[in-house]
């Protein structure tokens, strides 16, 4: 006897209408993580970050123990204490793509804005896993854009933004 | 005239479009063949650049919307309507223009490895799929059912999952200290990325991925997948 096909069973679409919910809600879950580790201090409280622009021409400059609410993402800060220039084409979730920083631009695919985070316990510098829209600060947290003209678009191959610095491929937890 | 042959032959109808079907050797028997119909695996090969043409050229216009990619519902349709190694044909010419070409900077071979085999998770899922009764339904039937949408979009869904953890996976392999922190990192990192690219791709395999397989199916273009002779 020949069974019917299980595209005639509606609990076969039900099964297929589970695994579409799992599946989204498991990304979502996994999003909603991630905002969990770059996660915020309590509101209103102002905290000091220091950040770090190397311009790749020889000239970095330093922002030491800026004052800002830590409810800010690094992007907010950054947009305060230098000239920011994004693409003008929207990102996911609403992130930006810094194009350019003091004026200084990226004049082809090859070279770009470097974000990078100072690993304390490593006292090294690693690249950001996340863009600077999705860094939230703590107190005492150093980060550094730099310019740069990578070999490739694996970070493994980037400089540290500070000359002879240690590098880490991410930082200890 | 090899009359005899069972290889697949093909033969043109002019109506007010050309329209190439791979015949069997019994019907080529009943219909003379046009001498200047190219053998089948010229047309193989012209179908997967027309598929790599659309390929590259909508992601080229789709480069302001990341992740939102018609590519990969085209790859899927390429293995559904003409055979796996079609499929994994448009995938691979594609990523092998668009890895290295590409104004978001080009991805290395060891990258370009895994965006490739990821890509062939699709041609895999249209292959796979056009052997289940479903594929049959849905060629056989008269009326569209909505259940096809549900079925199509769900593999749509878990081949981009599988193509998003293999992706994410390699992005961190040689960035962290084992495998499996590769993995847990690269799931969570580019987890936004790949809600997007997940929901994208189940609404494009759920509405146009049928659609174009039963406009195939009206234009006959569905007797050009593998079969064994």
């Not at chain 1, 985070?117 to 600077?132: H, I, N």
């Not at chain 1, 829209?133 to 070999?151: H, R, V």
């Not at chain 2, 056989?140 to 599988?162: D, I, N, P, W, Y």
Request: hydrophobic residues 45%.
């Amino acid at each position: 006897m020949s069974s019917a096909p299980p595209s005639r069973n509606p609990l076969f679409y039900v099964g297929l209408a589970a695994i579409i919910v799992i599946v989204v809600t498991a990304q979502v879950a996994a999003m909603y993580q991630l905002q969990n580790l770059f996660g915020a201090a309590p509101a209103q409280e102002r905290i000091p970050v220091n950040t770090l622009f190397n311009y790749g021409n020889g000239t970095s400059r330093w922002r030491n123990q800026t004052d800002v609410p830590s409810d800010w993402s690094f992007y907010k800060l950054t947009t305060t204490i230098a000239q920011t220039e994004t693409s003008p084409t929207t990102s996911v979730s609403g992130q930006h793509y810094v194009t350019g920083l003091d004026g200084v631009k990226s004049s082809g695919p090859y070279d770009y804005w470097t974000l990078w985070v100072f690993c304390q316990k490593d006292t090294a510098w690693a690249t950001s896993p996340v863009g600077a829209d999705l860094i939230k600060m703590k107190d005492g947290d150093a980060f550094a854009w730099y310019y740069q003209t990578p070999p490739s678009t694996n970070p493994a191959t980037w400089d540290p933004p500070v000359p002879g610095a240690l590098k880490v491929s991410r930082c200890s937890s | 005239m090899e009359t005899g042959s069972p290889l697949r032959h093909a033969r043109l109808h002019d109506f007010s479009r050309v329209v190439i079907v791979i015949s069997d050797a019994g019907n080529f028997a009943r219909c003379p063949m046009p001498d200047h119909v190219p053998p089948p695996v010229i047309v193989r090969i012209a179908i997967v650049a027309v598929f790599a043409a659309l390929a590259l050229a909508t992601n080229y216009a789709l480069i302001g919307i990341p992740n939102v990619k018609i590519m990969d519902a085209l790859v899927f349709l390429a293995a559904f309507l003409f055979g796996l190694k079609v499929g994994v044909a448009v995938g691979a010419s594609t990523w092998a223009v668009y890895g290295f070409i590409n104004p978001q900077g080009s991805a290395d071979l060891i990258l370009l490895s895994f965006l490739i085999t990821g890509e062939c998770f699709y041609a895999l899922a249209g292959a796979g799929l056009r052997k289940t009764t479903i594929a049959q339904d849905l060629l056989e039937s008269e009326r569209f059912q909505r259940g096809f949408s549900l079925v199509f979009g769900t593999v749509g869904l878990l081949a981009t999952l599988a193509y998003d953890v293999l992706t994410n996976f390699a992005s961190w392999l040689f960035l962290t200290t084992s495998p499996y922190d590769a993995l847990i990192v690269g799931l969570i990192t580019g987890a936004p990325f790949a809600l997007v690219h997940e929901i994208s791709n189940l609404v494009l395999f759920s509405t146009a991925a049928p659609a174009a397989i039963v406009a195939a199916k009206r234009f006959r273009l569905t007797q050009l997948t593998e079969t064994s002779p």
